[in-house]
């Protein structure tokens, strides 16, 4: 059942006062805080036997099933900012980012643990609304919260632990793939690091995404509200359609690499063929001069990349069509000494400048 989150009073101010000042989380106090978190979250499966409230939630696991468990951290100012980040957007996007590994996976997302660093100064307004968001992916989804953590921090700190199930012959690994099978991806390619792009040549006012330009406000918010692709998932799982997939966080080039290096194995991809949508094709030569790299390294599109046997290809593509979700042959697995190579129409190679996103690297 929706919660009223329209209502702030609940912490607003002390009963009796009429300051119309924000409350600030010093005001409510850890224990404070964690008693409200328990009161918004319903509990929505009836496996978990124990949740927030004890020093670990306790699940009663389905029969035949193995457990999949992700994690992801989000820390202000290297993968958001608060002058242009909301937090309604930031709280779905926080839960988003987990389920597409679970998404890659094959498997379908059951619980969650949210942990949070906190900066004395944030106003309870923040968290409420930014909590707002995560309880709207929850009730999509079907996720309950059963426990996490919360701390002083000087950057706003935040980790979400998703945990999911699937069937012990329907897990897909990033290994697997082998000579000879299609590689394909979900959705389209660059959006979401191209939204990105804009907001910081426009010194990050989201407000532009409002100015009537329907391409900008759909980049912008493909940055902030990325689409997470369950759905496919489970359909090329249960179908056996995949033989390796992953989900694109840091990018094409970099977590194709990974699929290689798991299942040892080389690649080669048409940049013809790699699906961009309108909105990009159109704004993308404004904003960079090679304006294909952001479709090739640019990360935070979350969708699938996947590989499948050719004997499989023209099955997987129907079932898409027949469900109506977007799927497109990119390139095709070889011999690992090919290495991983972006082709041309005409045969010639293509080097992007970035090979995708490192944390640790610095950028050129």
């Known amino acids: 059942m929706r919660r009223n989150w329209g209502n702030w009073g609940e912490f607003d101010a002390p009963r009796g006062s009429k300051s119309k000042k924000p409350v600030e989380l010093k005001e409510i106090g850890e224990f404070g805080l964690i008693s409200w978190i328990r009161g918004k979250m319903d509990l929505r499966d009836s496996n978990i036997a124990s949740g927030i409230g004890d020093d670990a939630a306790v699940i009663t696991p389905p029969k035949r099933c193995v457990s999949l468990v992700t994690t992801d951290i989000l820390i202000e100012d290297t993968h958001f900012r608060l002058d242009y980040t909301d937090p309604l957007r930031l709280g779905k996007k926080a839960l988003s980012i987990n389920l597409s590994d679970i998404a890659a996976m094959g498997g379908t997302p059951q619980y969650f643990l949210l942990s949070m660093g906190l900066p004395l100064h944030l106003p309870f307004r923040w968290i409420e609304e930014f909590f707002h968001g995560v309880q709207q992916v929850a009730e999509e989804y079907n996720l309950s919260l059963i426990g996490g953590d919360t701390s002083l921090a000087r950057k706003l700190t935040i980790n979400v632990t998703l945990i999911g199930r699937g069937k012990a012959g329907e897990v897909i690994y990033r290994k697997g793939a082998q000579a000879g099978d299609q590689i394909m991806v979900t959705g389209t390619l660059g ?92 704004k993308a030569p404004q904003y960079i001069s090679r304006d294909i790299d952001l479709a090739i390294s640019g990360g935070e599109d979350y969708e699938l990349l996947l590989t499948t046997p050719r004997k499989k290809g023209e099955k997987l593509l129907g079932l898409f069509r027949q469900s109506g979700l977007k799927i497109t042959p990119i390139g095709e697995i070889v011999d690992p000494r090919y290495g991983l190579r972006l082709l041309l129409d005409d045969g010639r190679e293509y080097t992007p400048r970035r090979k995708g996103h490192d944390h640790f690297k610095k950028p050129r």
Do not use: C, V
Request: proline share 2%; glycine share 8%; charged share 25%.
């Open 191 to 282: 959006n979401a690091a191209l939204g990105l792009r804009i907001l910081k040549s426009h010194k990050g006012d989201s407000s532009i995404s409002r100015a009537g330009d329907s391409d900008l406000a759909e980049l912008i918010e493909k940055h902030f509200s990325p689409t997470s692709r369950i759905a496919e998932g489970r359909l090329i799982a249960k179908n056996h359609l995949a033989s390796a997939m992953i989900d694109i966080s840091d990018g094409l080039m970099a977590d194709l690499g990974h699929i290689l290096e798991e299942s040892h194995a080389g690649a080669k991809i048409w940049i013809s063929q790699l699906p961009l949508s309108e909105a990009y094709r159109r």
